[in-house]
């Protein structure tokens, strides 16, 4: 349903994406792994349109979003919800508010309506009862299952989950990804998940592919590239640093 | 975006570009999109209220001390009742509008570019956007019609005060003749002066907004870009109010002659 063609990105003089080429299918749960730094989420800001390309296209069922308008780029994005790095809440709204925000735009669900899909998004994310809460208050965890509330509640068919375990505890990370599985299982949504937790990996994807250099390097199931004899990918997945090479 | 713009003259030519092109998606979503009244209130309410006490002051003391001024030069010629008119008459055209609005753009312009300015930093346009929301529906729009709403109203009401304060201090410290005080100021105050101000007032409350706006949601990164956003809405603001005051003076007074 998602199709990406030789992308390619330059920020000044560093080429982040040197023509990636990936396809997401439908219902799939896809994991993207790679170095910090190396683009990941350069790549998903390409997907979902916030950035616009230097060259390739991005078909998202057979439309090529890369040269689309903002305002055509809203109807699409409709299809999506992204979980960002940062979590991103609006800062001056609720936790209800933030939830709430794309129902309460659309004007044609009625208040209560909308107040009782909130508790049921926050139910799924395990976190009934925070409604008034301001984003402000809540711990980095807490603010990832906000995010991902407001993500899925409008039912988009796609979710994207930038780094959702990055920074947490292990305890944390572990049920955040059975969140992830649950979520992808019981909305029977296409998941795309960036990590570089290998654990998380091995839970959430089905098939993974790696981003290496500004392409694709290779991609497989789970079990796959945890046996690789590649040395890029298995020095990945083992956490290995090469001596020769300064990484920092 | 793609390329780097490497000198000034480049540089200020993409801004202005880019200012146009948002100025244009303004008045497009104005035409096509649904304004959120509740959003409109939101921000009438921190425009309005929050700069109550910067307009009130700088209206009363700008009028006191244009009042003693004016009177102690026109007291030399024995003009002493003409004072008031000279108060009134710069209040509505020129003082009104420029010192509202100044205060104004360092109040509200520099709030919104800081605001948007943070929003952007912590991905929370992006984040705005993949929800489906048009940046400049949600957050410019309700901004721009709130200010071009609430700079006129705190401009007639700093001339308002203004006068006021003007009138006690000419009657009642430098001892002017109210009766015909008054009556000079109603014979060369006239409706045309009252329009000027308040047709400036309205395009500075449009400087100020998209201006301010304008540099947040272009803000540069982290903590500093939003410092130097803060700073640059205002000083951007102050400069083009300053500038078009003078030429708006210049084309309102040749039209307004007309009717
Ligand atoms: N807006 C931008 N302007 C300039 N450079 C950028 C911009 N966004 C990203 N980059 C650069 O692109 C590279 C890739 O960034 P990206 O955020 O995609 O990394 P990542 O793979 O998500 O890393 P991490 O795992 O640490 O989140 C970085 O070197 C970054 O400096
Ligand atoms: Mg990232």
Known sequence: MIEVRQLRKRFGDQQVLDGVDLTIEKDESLVIIGRSGGGKSVLLKHIVGLTPPDSGQVLVDGQDIAHLNERALLAVRRKFGMLFQSAALFDSLTVEENIAFVLSRERNHTPEEISRRVAEALEMVEMPGVQKKKPAELSGGMRKRVGLARAIIYRPEVVFYDEPTTGLDPVVSDSIDKLIVRVCERLKVTTVVITHDMRSMQAVGRRVAMLHHGRIYTSGTPVELMASTDPVVSRFVRGISDEKEHTF | ?259
Do not use: W
Not at chain 2, 30 to 51: C, M, N, P
Not at chain 2, 139 to 164: D, K, N, Y
Not at chain 2, 171 to 199: A, E, W
């Open chain 2, 1 to 259: 975006m793609t390329e780097v713009p490497t000198n000034l003259i480049q540089r200020l030519l993409s801004g202005l570009g880019r200012f146009s092109l948002m100025v244009a998606e303004v008045v497009r979503s104005l035409t096509t999109q649904r304004l959120s009244g509740r959003d409109l209130v939101d921000q009438l309410h921190f425009i309005g209220v929050k700069s109550q006490m910067v307009v009130l002051v700088t209206g009363a003391f700008t009028g006191m001390v244009l009042c003693a001024q004016t009177y102690f030069q026109f007291h030399k010629v024995k003009m002493d009742t003409a004072t008031l008119a000279v108060v009134s008459v710069s209040m509505c055209g020129e003082l009104g509008p420029v010192l509202t609005a100044l205060m104004v753009a360092g109040r509200v312009g520099a709030s919104m570019a800081a605001q948007l300015g943070t929003m952007r930093v912590t991905e929370q346009i992006d984040a705005l956007r993949t929800l489906a929301t048009h940046p400049i529906d949600y957050l410019v729009v309700p901004r721009v019609v709130a200010t071009m709403i609430a700079v006129p109203l705190l401009t007639a009401e700093s001339i308002t005060v203004g006068i006021l304060a003007a009138y006690l201090v000419g009657v009642h410290l430098l001892q002017i003749d109210p009766g015909y005080s008054l009556v000079n100021m109603q014979r060369f105050t006239d409706h045309r002066d009252v329009l000027m101000g308040f047709i400036k007032s309205f395009i500075f409350g449009g400087i100020i907004a998209t201006t301010g706006c304008y540099k947040g949601i272009h803000c540069g990164q982290g903590a500093e870009g939003v410092g130097h956003a803060t700073t640059e809405a205002v000083v951007y603001a102050s400069i083009a109010i300053l500038i078009s005051n003078f030429f708006l003076t210049l084309l309102l007074t040749r039209l307004l002659a007309l009717i």
